[in-house]
Every structure is written in structure tokens, then in C-alpha cells.
């Protein structure tokens, strides 16, 4: 018993031992703590700013559900715009406020109905109103820093120079480490979080959305069952609208969506009856 006894304080004191030993004769190696967001933010280059803004220009934005080449004649081209939004200002019918091409992209995609290119207003309104939500509204909801990003895409994209100040302070958007994965979105709790998420009221008007660009959806539950909308959804172009083109709807919700919110927007959906 007492060998038991003198092994086992043998044993706790060597324990004891190697532990001090660790942590003070040892030198501690601490990880440095992540920087600040305003130092990643202020990292952030031109090049890098430019590249934000084609992004969101092609994803979050939702610029090219429109302003897209295989669609000509749906939106006004964005080619040379860093010549044509300077042309515009000087066009009779501007009434704006814009007094620079910058001012004028910013004011474009903010109050996209103080000026309407000819052809391209909402049907019946004499080219008075345009059909593009507000990029910072609840549609789309960009913030200042990402429509600057995407004015500097918009500049630079055909050998213009961006005259926009890169992101500083509380409104920038920070910086992605380099090779850094992006965080996938949380699940939307409500359908009309989904419907802002997945940015469906940019096209169609829905709840508390205006979009004009798509079907009028305030009474597609009166008119189609579930097996349609939500096929709608997976494959838009299974069934087109009258008088609206195919290829336009994202053809990947079917990938970004879970499960929960599909089957929440198709319930949401088939309520829809004026």
C-alpha cells in the first residue's frame, strides 16, 4: 500500500513539474489578434475596390438580370460609360442634380427615375419613370460603399479611370483576406426576407416590392398551384410568360436556396391573390 502511495505523489509532482516547466520556462507562442476592420478595410487597393464592384455588379447587384448583351434592348448599354454618363448630362430632357459622370452613375442607380433613356421608361409613362428599383432600397440594398465599388467598375471597365475615394470608416465594405472563402448567407427566416435575399422584388412586384422588370406576381396564387411556382423557381425557363424573354430569371436558386426557404416562398407565393 505504501509502495501505491509513494508512486502515485511521485507521479503528481512530476506532473506538477512538467506543467511549470510548460508554462514559464517555455517561451508562449500567442496568435496576434485579427486586425482591426478599419486597417483591412483601409488595405483595400483601387484594383481590388474595381474587382468588389464587378461582383456585385454580376451577383448581389443584380445588374445583369437587364443590362446584359444577350438581352439588347432590355436596359440601356453600359458600354463607354465613363464617356456616356458625362454625355447624359447635357442631353435637353436631364433634369438632375448630377454635375459630374460620377455623380451622375450614383444618381442613376439611387433615383434611377430622375432620368429615363429614351425607350426605356415603363410602358405608358412617356419614358417618366423608370423601371429599375433603387439599388439602396429594399429591393437590391447596396450600400454606399458597394455602389461606389460598382460606379468604379462601371468607369474603368472600358479604359475609363475611377474617380470615386476608396472605402474609409463605418460605411466600407471590409476588404476579403486574399484566398479567403466567402460565408455562406444565413437562411432567410421570413418569405419576405427571402425575397430580399435572393433580390426578387428587383424584378417583380411582390408584397412590399415594386419591380417592374418581371411578371406581376400580387395574384399568382389565384392563378397557378404549387407543382408550377415551384418549378418557376428551379427552372424558370420550363414555363415563360407571355411576352416576357427566357434566359433572364437566375437560373440557380435551386442551388442557393435550402429547402426550408423554397418550400416557404412557394407557400408564401400561393397566398398571393390579390
Do not use: W
Request: aromatic share 6%; with cysteine; proline share 9%.
Amino acid at each position: 500500500m505504501q509502495t501505491f502511495l509513494k508512486i502515485g505523489i511521485f507521479a503528481l509532482i512530476a506532473l506538477a513539474g512538467y506543467t511549470l516547466f510548460a508554462n514559464f520556462a517555455i517561451p508562449q507562442v500567442r496568435p496576434a489578434p485579427p486586425p482591426a476592420e478599419e486597417e483591412t478595410i483601409g488595405a483595400m487597393g483601387m484594383d481590388q475596390y474595381i474587382a468588389l464592384g464587378r461582383k456585385i455588379f454580376e451577383g448581389k447587384g443584380t445588374c445583369t438580370l437587364c443590362h446584359n448583351p444577350v438581352l439588347a434592348g432590355r436596359a440601356p448599354s453600359l458600354t463607354q460609360m465613363h464617356a456616356t454618363s458625362e454625355q447624359r448630362l447635357n442631353d435637353p430632357r436631364y433634369k438632375g442634380k448630377a454635375k459630374t459622370g460620377e455623380e451622375y452613375l450614383r444618381e442613376s442607380m439611387m433615383e434611377p427615375s430622375t432620368f429615363v433613356v429614351a425607350g426605356f421608361g415603363k410602358a405608358g409613362t412617356n419614358d417618366t419613370e423608370s423601371p429599375m428599383p433603387q439599388i439602396n432600397g429594399p429591393a437590391v440594398g447596396l450600400k454606399p460603399a458597394e455602389i461606389n465599388a460598382v460606379i468604379a467598375f462601371l468607369q474603368t471597365k472600358d479604359g475609363g479611370k475611377a474617380t470615386v475615394p476608396l472605402p474609409t470608416g463605418a460605411d466600407a465594405a471590409p476588404a476579403p483576406a486574399a484566398g479567403a472563402a466567402e460565408a455562406a448567407p444565413a437562411p432567410a427566416k421570413t418569405p419576405e426576407e427571402a425575397l430580399g435575399k435572393y433580390a426578387c422584388g428587383a424584378c417583380h412586384k411582390i408584397g412590399a416590392f415594386a419591380g417592374a422588370v418581371g411578371p406581376d406576381l400580387t395574384k399568382i396564387g389565384s392563378k397557378r398551384d404549387e407543382a408550377y411556382l415551384r418549378r418557376a423557381i428551379l427552372d424558370p425557363n420550363a414555363d415563360i410568360a407571355t411576352g416576357f424573354p427566357a434566359g433572364v430569371m437566375p437560373q440557380d436558386f435551386g442551388n442557393k436556396m435550402t429547402a426550408k426557404e423554397l418550400e416557404m416562398l412557394i407557400k408564401y407565393l400561393k397566398a398571393q391573390k390579390g
